[in-house]
């Protein structure tokens, strides 16, 4: 973890911590920035659970500490818990620097989808400190989440180019250089970053999802119990390992995993993620029902506590999962549950305006299902207005993937493909998609190409490439 130059200052009774050139930390106690400090370094090596004793430590000794709402938000492990302390954190951005007033405020833009604004956040905050390494790595995660791999790797490399001894920015550097599928300098990448922290568990578990992805099942398995052996309980190795033995067709051991996750599961967060990772396993062999099952008791979870952002993720899901059965009507009753259910909530208006989006994309594909155009038409112009507004790169994304599904449909292939290239290419989904329309045109050898990429490019677990993983390798052996 990079190393921060503390120095106490006396300000309008605040306490501020600092080095120079960084964004400065405010508190109104020396005892609550310690117990911070604590915090982000274990955050930061993404023990996420372990450091939220210590944020909670800093927001209990001194409620107006607006970093540690913020990172405490980062660390939570439900919608609910992120979202309640984000809204601290912003309410409290008039009484902090401006460095820290703006790292606020990039986060929320960030959170709600804003992406444009996020950026002129962040401009601001890298003109004011461009000496400070977790500026740039801010940047470098927008530009990630943009899928800006370019642009990200830039700034990760100024981050560990300030601080060497940086930790997450190699981390995240191995992850935009495996987007590119630069897969030699994400190595290295893991590589340093396994250097700085040997201890830690998830340098090993980051390495193993390279190997994953790769299709090295048997060292990845390997480098995600090199992990386990440091820190037994760390859940991200656990479900690497099932889904390692679901692409090797053991799918009673990758079960078995997950459940043992869940059993000794130490909140929330982490039983959602063995659930999720058992509904995944059940789609992936086109165990629908089972499937439904697992998304249920997620959707049980959040109701528990009135989660709602988790609830309307979970009713979309069963939403989908009911279109690829057939079940129109029923997709449209859990799509339209979800609706009503964020229009009736206390969320903001921001996270409602995205949930609205998202259905007008969900109206769109089960018109798709039902073979009108007309209203799939409509419903895609819906998201163009939504998404420009936001000028969100990834809401752009799903409009070019709408245009590509309904000229796919309409069999104009060529229009199809122009599309989708614009499309998400992190969804396997959509790599399959260019596939059928390349097989449309006439284009064999591409079809190919894609129709490989989308069943082999194996991920953590992830609905659509369940949903259209064994469909690519069963075209494949057509081919």
């Known amino acids: 973890v990079g190393l921060l130059i503390i120095a106490m200052l006396a300000l309008m009774g605040c306490a501020k911590t600092g080095g120079e050139g960084k964004v400065p930390i405010t508190s109104m106690s020396d005892e609550a920035t310690r117990e911070y400090l604590k915090g982000r370094a274990l955050a930061e090596k993404l023990l996420l659970q372990s450091s939220i004793n210590y944020f909670d430590a800093a927001v209990s000794l001194d409620p107006t500490f607006a970093m540690a709402h913020l990172n405490r938000a980062f660390a939570s492990p439900t919608a609910k818990e992120f979202f309640e302390h984000l809204h601290h954190a912003v309410s409290l951005v008039d009484k902090v620097s401006e460095g820290e007033r703006l790292t606020i405020l990039a986060a929320d833009a960030g959170a709600y989808g804003r992406s444009g604004q996020q950026k002129e956040f962040l401009d601001k905050l ?10 740039h790595f801010a940047m470098g995660n927008h530009y990630n989440g943009q899928q ?16 060497p001894d940086y930790s997450p920015g190699y981390n995240s550097l191995g992850y935009a250089y495996r987007a590119t599928e630069n897969y030699v300098e994400a190595e290295n990448a893991f590589k340093k970053y396994t250097e700085l922290i040997p201890n830690d568990p998830n340098p090993a578990d980051s390495y193993a999802e390279l190997l994953l992805r790769m299709g090295r099942f048997d060292e990845s398995i390997a480098y995600y119990k090199k992990a386990l052996s440091v820190d037994p309980k760390f859940p991200a190795s656990h479900i690497g390992i099932a889904c390692n033995l679901m692409y090797q067709g053991k799918a009673d ?11 000794n599961a130490r909140d929330d967060g982490e039983r959602r993620g063995a659930l999720f990772g058992i509904a995944i396993l059940y789609v992936d062999r086109g165990e629908m029902d089972f499937a439904m099952d697992e998304f249920d008791r997620q959707y049980k979870l959040g109701e528990k506590i009135n989660d709602v952002a988790a609830i309307v993720g979970d009713l979309t899901s069963m939403g989908l999962l009911a279109e690829e059965r057939g079940k129109l009507d029923e997709a449209q009753t859990l799509y339209e549950r979800g609706l009503k259910l964020s229009e009736e909530s206390n969320l903001s208006q921001s996270l409602k305006d995205n949930v609205k989006l998202f259905h007008h994309y969900n109206m769109a594909g089960l018109a ?29 994304r799903l409009v070019h993937e709408l245009v590509g599904r309904i000229t796919l449909e309409e069999k104009r292939y060529d229009d199809a493909i122009v599309a989708l290239q614009q499309a998400n290419q992190q969804d396997m989904y959509n790599l399959y998609r260019l596939s059928l329309a ?3 045109n006439g284009d064999t050898a591409t079809a190919r190409h894609f129709c490989e990429k989308a069943a082999r490019t194996y991920n953590l677990p992830n609905l659509n490439y369940a949903l259209i993983r064994m469909r690519a390798e069963k075209m494949l052996a057509t081919m």
């Open 126 to 135: 890298i003109a004011a400190y461009p000496n400070d390494e977790r500026v």
């Open 438 to 440: 390349y097989m449309g």
């Open 253 to 263: 051991e990758s079960r078995g995993r997950l459940q043992m996750l869940y059993d």
């Open 148 to 163: 800006a791999y370019i642009d990200a790797i830039a700034h990760y490399r100024k981050a560990i180019e300030i601080s």
């Open 368 to 396: 798709l299902r039902k073979k009108d155009l007309k209203t799939a038409n409509a419903e895609a112009a819906e998201v163009r207005t939504a998404a420009m507004a936001s000028k969100n790169a990834n809401q752009i």
